[in-house]
């Protein structure tokens, strides 16, 4: 372990201190190893450059650490090939969306089936009441709903929130992330009133319209925002994960839960990463206690599918609001919501895939790739830290694990992040884009972690001063 006064002693002693400009020269080096390793991706590239406007068919996936995209040939458990033959160990998993590994078996076995007999009539099968009744299960919530993705399950319930409350104002955290929805994309700007975040296209309105937006952690200013009783709804992960890990302070979500309850507040959910800690999530992991509940990306094993559940109250409270006349055009659902083929492959994935066996394996695998990267941490006195959730584990740039958004955003280092990832990638090893973040899946083996504790070690001695 390193203690606060090794990292006091060793700062300016040249260990632990990262060489910037060679740091520019081996990135240099990184980018021509890519190009000589990748010929027929960056062919396919130029070429869909024609075609596709960036050369991708998502504009995130331009926001790669490679001078170009990969592009995929396939992908089994916790690895995928490339169009130029290499295999990969896969640590982004689509971000979350492929946590279960690519194509399991009994989803595949369930897709397959269910293709050859019809994929969407707008009318339920029978899948639909099982994975009801297994998400009731798991998260504890009576009522469930689908629909395509976990962004559409947060704008869903944001409405419902507001038709059944009454109220204007949305709450998110600082630097949160649920998807593109247009109420969560405000920030607290340096005058402290709220704003549309960094390169939020096209708002709507501006979000102080919609939006009040506190820090993560910060209980006073979650009071100041309710108590005018104006706040329909809180919109929050029960851990964030998108400006990378902040942990709750002990008590935050006891707090967060009497505070909406006090102030007529509706408390939603959103575990769509936070599904990395278990079965049913942080909610259930912790015993929270939510009105609704959001879930997307992985519980139909990387197809589109997301859910979202509440309390009898809620629904009692819904059911008072909705007409059977209207129900078409009050904003919520969707054509493809609730479709025969995403259900099967739902209830494939949760009975058979993202199961407490799963987690059984991929828990500790983490812990063992939280413990390769802090090894080396330790022995080079570097200000880093490492953190976990559940399968999720990540190395943040800073010598103590931030509380809140703004503390986390402060110290993005955007070059140290391009390297070690291309370095890492170079070596058959994909970090996810955003942050540096591992997501471990069922497949992968504990020597596959050491391979990367191995990489992780390497690309640092190559940058020690
Ligand atoms: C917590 C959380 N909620 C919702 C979403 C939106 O998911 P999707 O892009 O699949 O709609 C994301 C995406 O990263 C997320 O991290």
């Not at 269910?114 to 299960?137: N, Q, S």
């Not at 009576?142 to 629909?147: C, M, S, V």
């Amino acid at each position: 372990m390193t203690t606060p006064a090794d990292k006091a002693a060793h700062p300016s002693s040249g260990r632990g201190k990262i060489d910037r400009s060679r740091l520019v020269t081996l990135l240099a080096q990184e980018d021509d190893l890519f190009a000589s390793n990748h010929k027929r991706s960056q062919e396919f590239f130029e070429r869909a450059k024609k075609s596709l406007h960036g050369g991708v068919p998502m504009n995130w996936m331009i926001k790669w650490a490679s001078p170009f995209p990969l592009f995929v040939e396939e992908g089994s458990g916790g690895y995928f090939t490339c169009v130029d033959g290499h295999q990969y160990l896969d640590l982004c998993l689509g971000d979350t969306g492929a946590m279960t590994g690519h194509a399991p078996q009994a989803s595949v076995d369930a897709i397959v089936e269910r293709i050859k007999h019809g994929t969407t009539f707008m009318l339920p099968t029978e899948d639909a009441i099982f994975v009801a009744e297994e998400l009731a299960a798991r998260f504890a919530l009576p009522y469930w709903q689908t629909a395509l993705t976990a962004t559409d399950a947060n704008r869903f319930v944001i409405r419902l929130c507001r038709q059944i409350t009454g109220r204007q104002y949305i709450l998110v955290h600082n630097w949160c992330y649920h998807g593109s929805v247009d109420e969560t994309f405000a920030t607290i700007l340096p005058s402290g009133e709220v704003g549309p975040r960094r390169s939020n296209i096209g708002p709507p309105v501006n979000p102080r319209e919609t939006t009040r937006v506190v820090e993560f952690n910060d209980l006073k200013a979650l009071e100041d925002a309710l108590k005018d009783k104006k706040v329909a709804c809180v919109l929050a992960e029960p851990v964030m994960t998108n400006i990378g890990i902040i942990h709750p302070d002990p008590g935050y979500h006891e707090a967060l839960r009497d505070m909406t309850k006090k102030y007529g507040t509706l408390l939603i959910l959103d575990e769509t990463h936070t599904i990395c800690t278990g079965p049913g999530g942080y909610t259930k992991a912790f015993n929270l206690q939510p009105d609704f509940l959001t879930i997307g990306k992985p519980i139909a094993s990387g197809l589109p599918a997301s859910a979202y559940g509440f309390t009898q109250k809620v629904a009692d409270m819904i059911a008072m609001h909705t007409t059977l006349s209207d129900c078409d055009t009050g904003g919520i659902g969707g054509t493809l919501a609730g479709n025969a083929l995403a259900l099967a492959a739902m209830r494939a994935t949760l009975q058979n895939v993202l199961t407490q066996t799963a987690y059984d394996k991929t828990i500790p695998l983490a812990s063992r790739f939280k413990a390769g990267v802090q090894a080396v941490i330790d022995q080079y006195h570097l200000p880093w830290i490492v953190k976990q959730l559940g399968c999720r584990v990540e190395y943040w740039f800073r010598p103590e694990a931030p509380r809140n958004g703004s503390e986390a955003a402060a110290v993005e280092d955007h070059e140290l992040d391009r390297y070690m990832h291309l370095y890492a990638l170079n070596r058959g090893v994909l970090m996810t884009p955003f942050h540096n973040m591992a997501l471990i899946a069922p497949s992968v083996t504990e020597s596959d972690i050491d391979k990367h504790s191995l990489i992780f070690r390497q690309a640092v001695e190559s940058l020690i001063a």
